[in-house]
């Protein structure tokens, strides 16, 4: 079973890179680019990535990307993360950045933007598919949020939807309704974090004011039936991330999560890694894990990578193309799940 999860044709769509970076990368480019960290080793900071929230994981969070510095800091990383979801199954990869958490230290949005598509293109040749997402940071005002996205204006073509990250509680999505709409008028998609420690109206705001595609997390949607079924009439997807959830208290134990739930419920559930080097595992440990903890049937399993893939922001044609692949892996396995069954 773990062979045949990892192996399985999917879509990541809720990863945001600087939270792929781990901490022998951190430590070499620490050492590289000659910046002080708060850890004496490797160990010491995989000791220090114990969390008890949201706003305790980000601390560390934004202290290790200070060591990305140079382009190539940016295209390393991105390889990293690449060649991890390859072996993960992961045939196309929506990746979140945070520019702000790189401008406003010093960083250009010039240097962030063209390491991550250096990492990106090779990972295109090596067969891995990739689109870009750039997240406003809800912590900082609405204007700053504007200044990234007139920064993103001439690399548009390299970014294409726009997502709202970062601490959840007391920013809802309202802060970022004319932003969001700016950048809908500018040709971006759009998607946002909201119901994850934040409450079901932000998913609703999400919704009706920033008008996305897509929620990431969600997970609270279940507090408001009457939200929930809008969000299973509407087919919006929801990019739920089960180890950065357990990890972040959002749910006890995985055996808590309520994925199974959701997916029982008709939402059109997605399981990503979120932030996987600080959270335990990639997008393929999330599925291994998931299926021990809640005992998932194969198809259920099946299910979850095929709405992966539906999810994207791919053409039809190009998406096509993946699901026949998932289709043709299911079926060459045999067993529950097939297609043709
Ligand atoms: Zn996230």
């Not at 990383?77 to 060649?83: C, S, V």
């Not at 007139?150 to 970062?166: F, M």
Request: aromatic share 8%; glycine share 8%; with cysteine.
């Amino acid at each position: 079973m773990d062979a045949f999860l990892r192996g399985l044709p999917k879509a990541e769509l809720h990863l945001h890179i600087e939270g792929t970076l781990e901490p022998e990368l951190l430590f070499a480019l620490a050492r590289k680019n000659g910046v002080a960290l708060p850890f004496a080793n490797v160990e010491e900071a995989r000791e220090a990535y114990a969390f008890h929230d949201l706003q305790s994981f980000l601390d560390i969070y934004y202290a290790g990307m200070s060591v990305l510095r140079t382009v190539d800091d940016y295209r390393e990383l991105t390889l990293a993360y690449l060649a991890r979801a390859a072996d993960d199954g992961v045939r196309h990869a929506e990746i979140f950045f945070d520019p702000q958490a790189h401008t406003e230290r010093g960083v250009s949005f010039e240097t962030v933007i063209e390491g991550l598509e250096l990492g990106l293109e090779e990972g295109r040749r090596a067969g891995v598919g990739s689109k870009l997402i750039l997240c406003f940071l809800r912590h900082l005002s609405a204007e700053q949020a504007e200044t990234a996205l007139a920064q993103a204006a001439r690399h548009q073509e390299l970014i294409t939807a726009v997502g709202l990250d970062s601490s959840e509680r007391d920013h809802p999505p309202s802060k970022f309704e004319e932003v969001f709409k700016r950048a809908r008028d500018q040709g971006y998609r759009a998607v946002a974090h909201a119901g994850e420690e934040g409450p079901p109206d932000y998913i609703r705001q999400a919704l009706d004011l920033l008008h996305v595609e897509r929620i990431d997390h969600g997970v609270r949607c279940l507090e408001d039936p009457e939200l929930t079924e809008r969000l299973i009439a509407e087919r919006i997807p929801l990019t739920v991330c089960p180890l950065s959830n357990v990890k972040l208290r959002v749910f006890d134990a995985l055996a808590d999560h309520n994925l199974h739930e959701l997916l029982q419920r008709g939402l059109h559930v997605t399981i990503n890694s979120d932030d996987p080097a600080y959270f335990g595992g990639y997008i393929g440990d999330n599925f291994v894990q998931v299926q021990q903890a809640l005992g998932l049937p194969r198809a259920d399993l099946v299910q979850l990578a095929r709405y992966s893939l539906e999810a994207t922001f791919l053409e039809e044609a190009e998406r096509a193309v993946l699901l026949d692949e998932l289709d043709r892996y299911v079926r060459e396995a045999g067993g529950p799940g097939d297609p043709t069954e």
